[in-house]
């Protein structure tokens, strides 16, 4: 019984269609914009002390 009910599932479904980008996705993108940000904010607090990125 569920064995139909699985394929039935999988002949509904669009073969042209993509998938829309849902919450999860936006929330990818916020959680991106906030790392860059806190790094960013990082490297201006750490410039105060002199900080520089050492060429070795």
Same mark, same amino acid.
């Given at each position: ?6 394929? +039935?599932? %999988? ?11 849902? =919450?999860? &996705?936006?929330? +990818?993108? %916020? ?11 990082? =490297?201006? &607090? ?11």
């Amino acid at each position: 019984m569920a064995r139909q009910r699985r394929d +039935l599932a %999988v002949e509904q479904l669009p073969v042209d269609e993509k998938p829309k980008a849902g =919450v999860y &996705v936006g929330l +990818l993108f %916020v959680s991106t914009g906030a790392l860059v940000t806190g790094i960013i904010f990082l =490297v201006m &607090v750490l410039n105060r002390y002199g900080w520089a990125l050492s060429s070795q």
